[in-house]
C-alpha cells in the first residue's frame, strides 16, 4: 500500500502479537490493516498519513464529549504539574469516589481500579466471598473483560457446564461459569433450578453492546433480579459500557432497577485508565483493608487517571442535555440507514438506543447473540472499508457497537448518511 500505517502495521507484528494491543483493533474480521492514530480532536481521527475520519469509536466508548475535551485536557495539564503517582491516597480518589456514590444511587461505596476487566473480576470475587458461593451465570455474548472466568461459552444445552472459550482457560475455572440466553428469562431459570443454593451472582450488560447493540425486552432485567433475589444470589450489572452513556446514572438511571453491584469503566477514567466498582456498603464493606476479600492495586485512583474522570463526570452533570441530544443523533442516524435499507432493499437491522448502535446485515430481529450471528460478516467488511473510505471510522467489527458523541454536529450527521448511502451501494455489487 505504501502508507505509512501499513508499514508500521508490519513492522507491529514483528514485535507485538498480531501487531495490536487489543484484538478489537485488528482488521481481521473486514479485512486490510489497521490505521495508526496520530491524533484525535473533536468528532475526527487523524491517521499517520494525515487522513482525518470521523470517529464513531470515541475509544470504544470513553470519548462522550468527543476527543480531547479541553475541559478534560485541562485538569489533565493540572493534575501533571503535581506529579503524577504518589502510591498513597490523593483527595481526587476522595472526590470521585463521592461523585460517582451521588450520581449512581445502588453505589453506596466504591473502589477504583485501572481497567473495566480488574473490576469485573473484583466483583464476581466479591460476590463469591458475600454469599459464600461458587457458581456465576452470565449471558451468551456478553463481554465482562478478560478475566478467565468470563472466557466461556454455552454448553451444548442450557443446564450443561460451560467450557472454556479460550484456551489457557482451565475447565476447573470453566465449571463455575453457567451461560444463559440473553432476552430468555427460561434458560436462566433453569440454570437457577438445576443448580440450587450454588448462583452466587449474576452478572450482565442491562444493555449490551459486545455482540453489536442488544437491548432487553419488556420485563428481563425485572424477571433477572427476581430470580436472583428469590435464590439468593446478588445482581451484578457490567456498565463499563453503559455507565454514564445511556444516563448520567447508567442503565440503571432509565429503569430505577438498583442492582447490587455495578462495575464500571471507560467513561470514567475520561480516556485514561480508571474502572472501578461498587454497591451496597455492606458487600463492598468486605473489600480489604475494610474486610478479608482481597483486591489491590499499584496505580489504582492514579492521579492523573482520577483528574481525567472526575473532569468527566463533571462534564456530565454540568450539561445533563447531553444525553437528550445523542438520543436525537442516535434516532436521526438509525432512521436514516433504516430508510436506506429499505430503498436499496438490503437485509438489515439497526438497534440503537441513545449514542450507542448496529446496524446487522441480516434478515433477523437480533435479540441474543444466535440472532446476531446470523450477520453476514462479509457484507459487514465490505461496508466497513467503503466507509473508512469515505472517511468514517466504524469499529471493526460486526459485533461491535457505534459510539455516538456531543461532537458531532448535523454535517457530520449528514456526511455519515451519505457515506452509508454509498457504502450500502458497494454491498449489493460485492
Ligand atoms: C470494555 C468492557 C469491559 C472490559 O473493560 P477493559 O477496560 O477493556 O478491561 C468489561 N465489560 C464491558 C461491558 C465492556 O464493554
Avoid at 498519513?49 to 495539564?77: C, T
Wanted: proline letters at 5%.
Amino acid at each position: 500500500m505504501g502508507s505509512l500505517s501499513a508499514s508500521y502495521f508490519e513492522r507491529a507484528q514483528e514485535v507485538i502479537p498480531g501487531g495490536v494491543n487489543s484484538p478489537v483493533r485488528a482488521f481481521k474480521s473486514v479485512g486490510g490493516s489497521p490505521l495508526f492514530i496520530q491524533s484525535a480532536k473533536g468528532a475526527y481521527l487523524k491517521d499517520v498519513d494525515g487522513k482525518e475520519y470521523i470517529d464513531l469509536i470515541g475509544s470504544w466508548g470513553p470519548m462522550l464529549f468527543g476527543q480531547a475535551h479541553p475541559s478534560i485536557e485541562n485538569a489533565v495539564r493540572q493534575a501533571l504539574s503535581n506529579g503524577f503517582s504518589f502510591g498513597a491516597p490523593s483527595y481526587n480518589e476522595v472526590l470521585i469516589a463521592e461523585k460517582i456514590v451521588s450520581m449512581i444511587p445502588s453505589i453506596e461505596k466504591v473502589r477504583l481500579v485501572n481497567s473495566g476487566t480488574e473490576a469485573t473480576m473484583a466483583a464476581i470475587r466479591l460476590a463469591r466471598a458475600y454469599t459464600k458461593r461458587d457458581k456465576i451465570i452470565k449471558f451468551e455474548g456478553c463481554y465482562h473483560g478478560h478475566g478467565d472466568s468470563f472466557l466461556i461459552a454455552a454448553g451444548s444445552g442450557v443446564a450443561t457446564l460451560g467450557t472454556p472459550d479460550s484456551p489457557g482457560v482451565t475447565v476447573s475455572t470453566a465449571k463455575d461459569t453457567l451461560t444463559a440466553v440473553y432476552n430468555d428469562l427460561a434458560s436462566l431459570e433453569n440454570l437457577f433450578n438445576a443448580n440450587p443454593n450454588d448462583i452466587s451472582a449474576v452478572i450482565l450488560e442491562p444493555v449490551v453492546g459486545n455482540m453489536g447493540l442488544v437491548i432487553p425486552e419488556p420485563g428481563f432485567i425485572e424477571g433477572i433480579q427476581k430470580l436472583c433475589q428469590a435464590n439468593g444470589s446478588l445482581l451484578i450489572f457490567d456498565e463499563v459500557m453503559t455507565g454514564f452513556r445511556l444516563s448520567s446514572s447508567g442503565y440503571q438511571g432509565l429503569t430505577h432497577i438498583q442492582p447490587d453491584l455495578t462495575t464500571l469503566g471507560k467513561i470514567i477514567g475520561g480516556g485514561l485508565p480508571v474502572g472501578a466498582y461498587g454497591g451496597k456498603a455492606e458487600i463492598m464493606n468486605l473489600i480489604a483493608p475494610a474486610g478479608p476479600v482481597y483486591q489491590a492495586g499499584t496505580l489504582s485512583g492514579n492521579p492523573l487517571a482520577t483528574s481525567a474522570g472526575l473532569a468527566m463526570l463533571n462534564l456530565i452533570t454540568e450539561n445533563p442535555e447531553v444525553y437528550q441530544e445523542l438520543n436525537k443523533k442516535g434516532e436521526f442516524l438509525a432512521n436514516g440507514i433504516r430508510q436506506q435499507l429499505q430503498e436499496l432493499q438490503i437485509e438489515g437491522f439497526v438497534n440503537q438506543i441513545g449514542s450507542m448502535f448496529t446496524l446487522f446485515f441480516t434478515s433477523k430481529v437480533v435479540k441474543n447473540f444466535s440472532d446476531a450471528k446470523t450477520s453476514d460478516t462479509a457484507k459487514f467488511g465490505v461496508y466497513f472499508r467503503e466507509m473508512l473510505n469515505q472517511g468514517v471510522y466504524l469499529p471493526p467489527s460486526q459485533f461491535e457497537s457505534w459510539f455516538l458523541s456531543a461532537a458531532l454536529d448535523q454535517s457530520h450527521l449528514d456526511h455519515i448518511l451519505q457515506a452509508s448511502r454509498i457504502a450500502l451501494k458497494k454491498t449489493l455489487v460485492a
